[in-house]
């Protein structure tokens, strides 16, 4: 008896030693990724020039978060449309021939919807998702369905050369106030480690339910609302052709982008 343990022991271990094959390794790069095109301090120095057609988002997910060429005001791509929010704030389709310096898209597979609490502010609503997710170490995408009883959104005009940085041109934003507004929040968070990358904590996009309006969002309120979530292990970077010459990425940005995301 003790001898068939220690064989059995010997077979387990072998197992455990066999190589990972190609197969195993291409199921790894099957597991679900945030899809990030461009690097937000590049964004964020003026590196607004498009290096991926719009057209090319709805093929690497479903749900994300953006910016068009030149700063063309604010994306949200929801069940595989991409939306433009311009800074008149009327929403329209993007034009797929279009291009983005910076997006973030997922296929999005996630849990059940859940209940939220009524009247949750911001804090409190991205400090509900982060004990949700459970692992604010890994990515997160999510979507709220809900009635929002206050809601600011702002986006930003286009720009024209020389590109001035992100934090002097977000003083140019134009801000939308919603109140008992229905529609649908997409939020993306970033692990801290991704500072410089891409955006650490939540960056949410709205959209009114007609699709008619909506931007980055500032600050909010909702009343009442449902949220589905999902956690991504995997981050996937396409760079620009030409790469990111010529932009000043020695600094570190951070404070810029607070500045930027939450702008009032
Ligand atoms: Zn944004």
């Known amino acids: 008896m ?5 064989v059995f022991s010997w077979l387990v271990l072998c197992a455990m030693l066999l190589p990972v094959g190609p197969v195993q390794a291409a199921n790894l790069l099957k597991t679900p990724a945030l899809v990030q095109i461009g690097v937000i301090d590049a964004l964020l120095a003026g590196g607004y020039d498009g290096s991926v057609p719009v057209r090319e988002l709805p093929r690497l997910g479903d749900i994300g978060l953006g910016t068009f060429d030149a700063l063309d005001g604010e994306m949200v791509i929801l069940d595989g449309v991409v939306y433009q929010v311009p800074a008149s704030g009327l929403v329209r389709r993007a034009d797929l021939r279009v291009t983005t310096p910076f997006a973030q898209v997922a296929w999005f597979k996630p849990g059940p919807a859940l209940a939220l609490p009524e009247n949750l502010g911001l804090k409190d609503l991205e400090a509900w998702m982060d004990k949700a997710l459970g692992d604010t170490s890994l ?5 709220v369905e809900g009635v929002f009883t206050a809601l600011k ?3 930003v005009p286009r720009q024209s050369k020389p590109y001035r940085p992100l934090a002097v041109v977000a003083k140019e934003q134009s801000v939308f106030e919603f109140s008992q507004a229905r529609g649908t929040l997409v939020g993306l968070r970033g692990p801290d480690y991704v500072r410089g990358l891409g955006v650490p904590g939540w960056h949410w996009h709205f959209l009114t339910q007609d699709r008619t309006r909506g931007g980055h969002v500032l600050e909010l309120t909702l009343g009442a609302g449902t949220v589905r ?3 991504l292990r995997r981050l996937e970077l396409l760079l620009p ?4 010459g010529g932009l000043d990425l ?3 940005r951070s404070h810029e982008l607070k500045a930027v995301e939450s702008a009032r």
Not at 2 to 6: A, D, I, L, N, Y
Not at 139 to 143: K, S
Not at 241 to 244: F, H
């Open 241 to 244: 052709k030409g790469g990111l």
């Open 2 to 6: 003790k001898k068939w343990r220690s």
């Open 250 to 252: 020695s600094q570190d």
């Open 229 to 231: 979530l999902a956690s």
């Open 153 to 155: 959104a702002r986006s």
């Open 139 to 143: 990515f997160g995408a999510v979507r």
